[in-house]
């Protein structure tokens, strides 16, 4: 089995800073891309940024140049690095990531269950 946690949301002050975790973890051979995707109430569930597994990125025009996604293969941990917070980032941010189980030849999409990011005053 293949399990994804996401952890270091909570309530921060607009123009404040938060830290995201994605941690994988179980029968994992590698890990491809990985994406954050981010859901505010009555709205669809949104990708925020995707990194791949030799490091490249990509962002959606509302984080660029505040938010940074990055990757320790060694810990199969994914991060997130939000700066310069707006209310408007006020949502549950979700972890998606393309594992290679052990023993497995194509990777398959695991969710975690999201952790509440809640910008405001």
């Known amino acids: 089995q293949v399990y994804v946690l996401e952890f270091g949301g909570g309530l921060v002050q607009p123009g404040g800073s938060l830290r995201l975790s994605c941690a994988a973890s179980?029968?994992?051979?590698?890990?491809?891309?990985v994406g954050w995707y981010r859901q505010a109430p009555g709205k669809q569930r949104d990708l925020v940024t995707r990194?791949?597994?030799?490091?490249?990125?990509s962002y959606a025009t509302s984080v660029k140049g505040r938010f940074t996604i990055s990757r320790d293969n060694a810990k199969n941990t994914v991060y997130l690095q939000m700066n310069s917070l707006k209310p408007e980032d006020t949502a549950v941010y979700y972890c998606n990531a393309a594992v290679v189980r052990v023993g497995g030849s194509s990777p398959n999409d695991y969710w975690g269950r999201g952790t509440q990011v809640t910008v405001s005053s």
């Open positions: 990194i791949t597994s030799d490091g490249s990125t």
């Open positions: 179980g029968m994992i051979s590698s890990i491809n891309d």
